[in-house]
């Protein structure tokens, strides 16, 4: 067996580029006692391979979806689905990982009967998680509250404001455009958008959210949410999930300052990493799975086709080419 496998042939300097990666061919060995062969099925590409690259000649980091073709450990048969870190390659050798459950550990995937596995890299899996434990645990919404979200028409911004809606808060997103922004209240659920693309920003800003925010999900940084910080209430929330618009600078973003705002309207502002909920993680996925099999949450997938357009996917997404998580269909 030969697998193809995508390494990070160049550093990462500013937005990447195709020259960024390679595709290289491994041969595979026999499986020894214990292993078990998986085939990729779907690729996740997230905004954090940027920021923690592998080493130079080293498989680009994610979680895929793959089927084991090949088994020599009765936990993982042969047909079965499995969610594991096996980053960008097709064919893996793969093993168990001991002790409790973290996110290295391979995981079988059971009762997806009728749903689509890709979901296991979206809302049921680490972006799922992100929106749920990252506005209900700090975000805190509560009924009536304005949540405004930036980065909304992404894989994390459109579970944000779906979970906004279901407990009761005027949802606003943040995107690049007005066809994405008619999207996210259309289809998504939001009341209102605004695009930081518009001239009229601010104003936008300012009517859509009445110069009211409760609680604002930020996974951009920078000017976007300066603004946004500029129209909190009093002891409003600010949730820190990322800052992509910095993700690409060449030069080492410094903090703009917050502070006066932070004290005068008594803001909370905390940031969180998916990974800290890991021994919460069943809650976060349990509850989005009931909600999507309610009705009341739906996916949204960007869906790429081709393993050998994940480095596009990838590019693509910086651009805001997506709607929804982005994934990669292998073959
Ligand atoms: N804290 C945590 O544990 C986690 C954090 N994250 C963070 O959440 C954020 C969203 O991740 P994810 O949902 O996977 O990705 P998205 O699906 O949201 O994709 C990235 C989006 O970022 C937007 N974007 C790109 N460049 C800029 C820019 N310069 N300014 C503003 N928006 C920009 C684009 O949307 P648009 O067209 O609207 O510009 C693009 O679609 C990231 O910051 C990521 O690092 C994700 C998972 C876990
Ligand atoms: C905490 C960031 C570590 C990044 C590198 C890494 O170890 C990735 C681990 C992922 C694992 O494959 C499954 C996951 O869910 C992990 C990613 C968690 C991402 C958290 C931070 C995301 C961000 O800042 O965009």
């Known amino acids: 067996m030969t697998a193809k496998v995508i390494i ?43 920021v923690y690259p592998p080493k130079v000649g080293q ?17 993982f048969p042969v047909g079965s689905s499995v969610v594991g870190e096996w980053g960008w390659r097709t064919h893996t050798i793969a093993k168990d990982v001991a002790g409790e459950f973290c996110l290295r550990k391979p995981r079988l995937l059971t009762g997806y009967d009728g749903l689509s596995r890709s979901l296991a890299l979206s809302v049921l899996g680490m972006p799922g998680n992100a929106a749920y434990f990252g506005l209900l645990h700090m975000g805190k919404p509560m009924k009536g509250n304005t949540v405004v979200v930036s980065s909304a028409a992404g894989g994390v911004g459109t579970i944000v404001g779906q979970i906004a809606k279901i407990k009761g808060c005027k949802a606003v997103g943040i995107t690049s455009s007005v066809e994405k922004g008619e999207r996210l209240v259309k289809e998504v659920g939001y009341d209102h958008y605004v695009s930081y693309n518009s001239k009229n920003f601010e104003k936008d800003l300012s009517k859509a959210t009445k ?40 030069i080492k973003a410094t903090a703009s300052e917050v502070q006066t705002t932070v004290k005068v309207q008594h803001l909370v502002m905390e940031g969180f990493k998916v990974t ?50 982005t994934i990669v269909r292998v073959g």
């Open 8 to 50: 990070l042939k160049r550093k990462f300097e500013g937005t990447p580029t195709l020259d960024n990666f390679k595709i290289v061919e491994e041969k595979l060995r026999p499986l020894q006692q214990g292993e078990f062969l998986v085939e990729a099925r779907y690729i996740s590409v997230d905004p954090y391979q940027r």
């Open 59 to 75: 498989t680009m980091l994610s979680e895929q979806v793959a089927k084991v073709i090949e088994s020599q450990n009765n936990d």
């Open 211 to 250: 110069d009211t925010v409760h609680c604002y999900f930020d996974s951009v940084g920078g000017e976007i949410s300066s603004s946004v910080l500029a129209k909190m209430k009093k002891f409003g929330r600010v949730v820190i999930c990322g800052a992509i618009s910095t993700y690409n600078s060449k």
């Open 276 to 325: 800290r909920f890991k021994d919460q993680w069943d809650e976060g996925i349990q509850q989005n799975l009931q909600w999507l099999k309610e009705g009341r949450l739906k996916p949204f997938e960007h869906i790429v086709d081709g393993f050998t357009n994940t480095p596009n996917a990838f590019i693509g997404m910086f651009a805001g080419q997506n709607f929804g998580k």
